[in-house]
């Protein structure tokens, strides 16, 4: 059983950076992947990155690639991501997750991952 807390979030002009952050409380806690995944209004939620949390591979998707980063530190259950060089489109509520313990080749997908924090609001201005 997992819970994750997010912060970070906020209001920033566009070529600004914000850095999200993701902790995650339990007794255990040994994902295969943990992801970012981002939602705007009236729109599905879609993937932005994803870490092996074991490997540290990490996987992006085409529109944030070069300019997000995703990273983890194992030792606090914590997962961030930095945003650089946000534009307008990337404004949404963004979302951490956590998937099971078992191996998947789907990291880009919502269904995989079981628990979701409550989400952080990214308002980008132009």
């Known amino acids: 059983q997992v819970q994750l807390v997010q912060s970070g979030g906020g209001l920033v002009q566009a070529g600004g950076s914000l850095r999200l952050s993701c902790a995650a409380s339990g007794r255990t806690f040994s994902p295969y992947y943990m992801g970012w995944f981002r939602q705007a209004p009236g729109k599905e939620r879609e993937f932005v990155a994803a870490?092996?949390?074991?490997?540290?591979?990490?996987y992006y998707a085409d529109s944030v690639k070069g300019r997000f980063t995703i990273s983890r530190d194992n030792a606090q259950n914590t997962v961030y991501l930095q945003t650089n060089m946000l534009k307008p489109e990337d404004t949404a509520v963004y979302f951490c997750?956590?998937?099971?313990?078992?191996?998947?080749?789907?990291?880009?997908?919502?269904?995989?991952?079981?628990?979701w924090g409550q989400g952080t609001q990214v308002t980008v201005s132009s």
């Open positions: 870490i092996n949390w074991s490997r540290g591979n990490t």
């Open positions: 997750a956590a998937s099971s313990q078992y191996s998947s080749s789907t990291y880009y997908s919502s269904s995989r991952y079981p628990y």
